[in-house]
């Protein structure tokens, strides 16, 4: 019994960190991540299918996504010919896009914020900074690709976590 609860927590915290992918700066992949220790400490559990070598490769993944979130947008800006004023408008408008669009509904707010935020604010910078529009365009499509990616890295990471936990229980109790 133990160990269905403690299931039912694993794809809590799953499902938890896919909501969180959606917020920035709030470590979705890492919450998600988090339920699989857990779950092996409190089982004592060490299956060939759900180890501690398998959540330690879990968990890298889940810290690599948590630091790409913070940096992508910012480098994505710069790599298309942005300053470090186009990396901070990068990073600003991430954090404030989901507000900032959250009055077109819950879900599609967070999904244009995390997805636009960041070229607007790089281009809103870098435009005020001194470049012009179509400089200033590029460099917020930089934005617009490295967050697109980070998003996009981050919801195939907790997938493949959720496929994993499913795999492995399933694998456990008809095995």
Known sequence: MLEIVLLFLVFVFL????????????PGSLV???????????????????SWAGVGVCGVLALSAFVLDYLAASWGAKKFGGTWLGALGAFVGALSGPIIFA????????LVGVLVGPAIGAFVFEWFGGKDSKKSGKIAWGAFVGGALTF???????SGFFIYVLYASVAQYFA
Do not use: R
């Open 15 to 26: 499902l938890l960190g896919f909501i969180f992918v959606f917020v920035p700066g709030l």
């Open 152 to 158: 996009l890295f981050k919801i195939i990471v907790i």
């Open 103 to 110: 009055p077109f509904g819950f879900f599609l707010g967070l």
């Open 32 to 50: 998600a991540w988090l339920g699989m220790p857990i779950y092996l400490v409190c089982t004592q559990v060490d299956s060939p299918v759900l």
